[in-house]
């Protein structure tokens, strides 16, 4: 955090500057805060998976993925907590539920991302999409593990 007084003539105003995103990364290094030796995989890996998703490829999906993968809701609203996940066990079953894993409403938010520079933390690497409208700007989320396969998906 970052305080002072910027000055304009003679008039001074306080100002507070803070991080706004969840990022613990460096521009040089963004994603070592979850793990990942080197950015430039993870960066490899998510662009296939969004490629993958944007074309509707669900074999191409299906391989940027880290098995179990974890869902939050399939093409609704969850009920309940928060902290229930559905798993996916293998590519098989997702190439199977594929649209109903990725909703079209959720592939389009997802596609407007760009898998690149994510926030990172912790817990994983994030491409986060906000919506402009669907679902009460609800938006899409999605996490990605320090290789780059999709963990969890928030949808």
């Known amino acids: 955090m970052v305080e002072g007084e910027w000055s304009q003539g003679s008039a001074l105003q306080p ?28 960066h490899e890996n998510a662009w296939r998976f969004w490629d993958a998703l944007r074309r509707g490829d669900a074999q191409g999906v299906a391989a940027q993925i880290a098995y179990p993968l974890k869902v939050r809701s399939i ?5 309940g907590s928060l902290d229930k996940y559905l798993e996916v066990a293998t590519p098989e079953e997702l190439v199977k539920d594929f649209d109903q894993i990725f909703w079209q409403p959720y592939r389009t938010i997802l596609a407007r ?15 986060e999409v906000v919506s402009d409208g669907y679902e009460d700007g609800a938006g899409a989320f999605l996490m990605f593990n320090a290789q780059g396969r999709v963990a969890v998906l928030f949808n």
């Open 113 to 127: 991302g760009l898998p690149r520079d994510m926030s990172a933390n912790a817990h994983g690497i994030f491409l």
């Open 75 to 79: 093409g609704a609203k969850t009920s």
């Open 15 to 42: 100002f507070v500057l803070g991080r706004t995103d969840n990022s613990d990364g460096t521009l040089a290094h963004r994603y070592w805060v979850a793990g990942a030796a080197d950015d430039a995989p993870v």
